[in-house]
């Protein structure tokens, strides 16, 4: 009876050994997750820092298009579509020089 009370002894004492070292690997898991946490939410906020900078540039340019169309004597979004469309026409006028200098080269 006291060899099995013994070797009972020794093979909860290897469990709680084995316990042991399970819980120190599963709280030093969780510490590389929390820095991998930490890690990614300083991304992101660098990424909604960036955001917030465009949308302000966005805000600056939207409201300077917006004085000078009044200006002009237009709005905001009339000045758009012209730009609009002089882009469009410049894309037009340069598929049309590279479509003559593409047939200049084939000939």
Do not use: P, W, Y
């Not at 290897?14 to 898991?29: D, I, N, S």
């Not at 929390?34 to 409201?63: C, M, P, Y």
């Not at 609009?84 to 000939?107: H, K, N, P, Y």
């Amino acid at each position: 009876l006291r060899k099995d009370a013994e070797a009972t002894i020794v093979l909860l004492e290897e469990l709680l050994g084995r316990e042991e070292l399970a819980k120190r690997a599963l709280k030093q898991e969780v510490l590389e997750t929390k820095d991998e946490v930490l890690t990614l939410n300083n991304v992101l906020a660098g990424k909604k820092d960036r955001i917030l900078e465009l949308n302000g540039q966005l805000a600056t340019s939207r409201f300077k298009r917006d004085q000078l169309a009044d200006r002009m004597g237009a709005t905001g979004e009339d000045l758009f579509h012209t730009q609009s469309q002089r882009f469009d026409e410049r894309c037009t006028v340069r598929g049309l020089r590279a479509d003559i200098v593409a047939r200049d080269e084939a000939m």
